[in-house]
């Protein structure tokens, strides 16, 4: 039988607690999550017929503030799932130092079968049925896989409604007239850039110099891939879920997203002012893309992308993980044996959940920050977490995933043990 997905994930707290020393207390609390909540949404169909979806929350831990993490809808959704990406919602939020803990949520369904009106009955059905479970101060929902600002919207008035009060900080990510933070649509493709552009210096790398391959083309993957051509970078490959494109001399990724965006795939187009010209260019699977021959591989879609499988087949020298858990653990010994330099997920697409946290504040607040602000102080934590993670695994000659996680694991175990065990309150109500 395969390993479960949370399983996986969970192995990697296992091998970075060599690297740290935290209690036992606070290593056993680690290994569960908090809470979990599944729910059966009903929701009208437009042709009149009632149909079930099933929805779940995760909160994984709460020890350093409330919880955080996205909402996915997409078809695999499953409560392995979404309670593996609260586990790497919890290591994320400690790693960047955000007052937050580690929650997520998803409903399972195929999204692009849905209509508007249909995924807003969904949307608002979702949140009346975890209502109790969140709250500003309580668990805090974002996009993720499918979902968007419009849809963050629908949830933030919905959640409003119930509470009878405008509480636009029990989600981010929404549409900026309803309290939405400049920047935070393009914070995860920003922040992973900031990483790879203050790391590949280190390993002297170029931008001019450097090939690139990115699977994925959403939000995140469309926006690193578009940054990273703009700073010189030669981006040759990119991919959607229905497969990729590969052009040798790089691909214009402008053009590319502006046609994504009225046409929903993608190819490989160049446009120069209002003409556009498809330009030639090598149609690759997904599978293809992870194999090309370049410096820099992205994965910015989903988790179990490379697996012990295909990874022999990984021919980059770096990979950079957009997505949240693209790289199984068996994969990972395999790309370390090849030389393979991995840097993890819970710091190179950590800046999504960085401008969440800044929209928190600024919804709190009442006082809204312009886009410079947002994007220097975006810079300014993805530069200094990633200069740790690398001192730290160079200091201690141990992999970027384990450095990562030791630091987050260092921090989560300081708030545990901070909190204390709690036993003597647990003991005097049973007495
Ligand atoms: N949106 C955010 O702020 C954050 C997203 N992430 C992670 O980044 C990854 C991508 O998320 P988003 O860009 O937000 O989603 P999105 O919904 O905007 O885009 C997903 C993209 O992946 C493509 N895709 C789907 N299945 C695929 C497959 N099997 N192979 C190749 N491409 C496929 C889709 O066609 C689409 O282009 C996910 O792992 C997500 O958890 C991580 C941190 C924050
Ligand atoms: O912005 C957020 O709160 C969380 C984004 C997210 O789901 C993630 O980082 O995986």
Redesign the pocket.
Known sequence: MSKSLFTDASSRLERALKYVSISDDAIERLKYPKASLSVSIPVRMDNGTLRIFQGYRVRYDDTRGPGKG?V?Y?PNVSIDEVQS?AFWMTF?CALLDLPFGGAKGGITLNPKELSKAELERLSRGYIEGIADFIGPDIDIL???????EMIMGWMMDQYSIIQRKISPAVVT?KPLTMGGSRG?DT???TGAFHVINSLLPKLDKKPANTTVAV????????VVADLLAKAGYQVVAV??????IYREKGLDIASIREY?QEHRG?TAIYCEGTVCNIVEHEAIS?EE?LALDVDVLI?????N?ITAENADRVRAKYIFE?????TTSEADRILDSKGILVFP?ILV?????TV?YFEWVQNRSGLYWRLNEINERLKERMVTEAEKVWSFAQEFDISLRNAAYAQAIARLGEALDAKGTRDYYQNKTRA
């Open positions: 996205g996915r997409h990406l994320k974002a996009p993720d896989v499918y979902t968007n990510g935070r914070a995860t493709g699977q994925g083309f959403g939000n995140a993957g469309a991919s959607d879920s229905q497969g990729g994504k993608i997904n893309l994965p910015a879609a989903l988790e992308q957009v997505a949240n858990g693209p997920d697409n950590a800046g999504g959940v969440s």
